[in-house]
């Protein structure tokens, strides 16, 4: 599964943004606000499909102070969410007096995803026609926040097969949607180095441990060769799980390596499919290119990068128009 197109409204940084077309390599233009709430729009529609991504974001928001989880609601998809802190939420839309945000996503599905799919034509005509069609998926999201700042209201407002409409309401929706749904909730990573070392190193051994994952945690062993260190992950005081570089710790290798060594960990160790790097790494290619592959898109976020969402400007308001459109002096 990739993302082929992106569509954000509301946010502050992006009122009315797009990216259409979009390759499995996409080299953004950034880091910078635009780019950022980018990040946040596709974060956003794949956080209403899972109360763990929901609350992930609201704590990249920094929405959470220390310690305080969310209350979240809603089953099988999350429909609400509560926090106590009403000021830092304003800085994320475009119009505090219409808090809203809307992301809709295109996306290819890969053969597996697909596959489902078909298997539910016999059940739902409508499935095969839109299969017919080439199969994208459109999944439209809505988020809306109480004038109080501290609620957000999270709605799965479309899903697209093709052209084809399906109801996402309750009791109204396709016996087979929240079943598909729910295997897209983990299929997006975004790795913006704040992730704790200590994260990185415990998702490491997990894998190292795990007979299924040992292979992904041999790619990522060797993901940063032949330029940086072979990683290692070993148990140190208390048992703690610590991450090693050719064999010494790796912060002796520097700040660099500690942020590919997660940037690495989320390629291969992750289980996403598209993974969002705020870094350009040569190796980041690879994880895309190569035959099989890791990965089905990546997202470099750099200053060289080439790609740029088209941002549609506001409508002017009613007083706007009314101005004139040339100044004229007057008399005396």
């Known amino acids: 599964m990739y993302i082929t197109s992106i569509h954000a409204r509301g946010f502050r940084d992006l009122p009315d943004g797009r990216l259409d077309g979009l390759e499995r390599l996409v080299d953004l233009r950034g880091p910078s606000p635009e780019s950022t709430a980018l990040g946040d729009a596709i974060e956003l529609a794949f956080a209403a499909l899972s109360e763990e991504s929901l609350e ?139 992730r704790p070392i200590s994260d990185t190193a415990a998702s490491a051994l997990d894998a190292l441990l795990s007979q299924m994952h040992h292979e992904a945690w041999q790619a990522w062993s060797t993901a940063l060769l032949p330029d940086g260190p072979v990683l290692r992950v070993a148990r140190g005081p208390g048992g703690t799980p610590v991450l090693l570089g050719d064999d010494l710790p790796l912060r002796r290798h520097g700040a660099r390596a500690i942020q590919d060594a997660g940037l690495a960990a989320a390629v291969h160790l992750s289980g996403a499919d598209v993974v969002w790097a705020e870094a350009h790494r040569p190796w980041l290619a690879a994880a895309v290119d190569g035959d099989p592959s890791p990965l089905e898109q990546v997202f470099r976020v750099h200053p060289a990068g080439t790609v740029a969402p088209v941002v549609t400007p506001p409508a002017p308001t009613r007083a706007a128009r009314a101005l004139p459109t040339t100044l004229q002096e007057t008399p005396g």
Not at 82 to 99: E, F, G, I, K
Not at 112 to 128: I, N
Not at 146 to 155: K, N, R, S
Not at 165 to 175: I, K, L, N, V, W
């Open 56 to 194: 992930r974001l609201l704590r990249r928001w920094d929405l959470l102070g220390p310690g305080e989880a969310p209350e979240i609601t809603g089953i099988p998809f999350p429909d609400q969410a509560s926090w106590t802190d009403q000021t830092t939420a304003r800085s994320l839309v475009a119009d505090p007096s219409s808090p809203n945000l809307r992301v809709d996503v295109t996306l290819s599905l890969d053969p597996p995803l697909f596959g489902r799919l078909r298997t539910e034509a016999a059940r739902d005509p409508r499935v095969g026609s839109a299969l017919g069609q080439g199969g994208a998926l459109t999944l439209s999201v809505c988020a809306l926040f109480t004038q109080t700042f501290d609620t957000l209201a999270l709605t799965i407002h479309a899903v697209r097969i093709g052209d084809e409409s399906f109801p996402t309401r309750e009791g109204e929706r396709p016996h087979w949607m929240p079943r598909l749904l729910g295997a897209l909730a983990s299929r997006v990573c975004r790795h913006d180095g704040s």
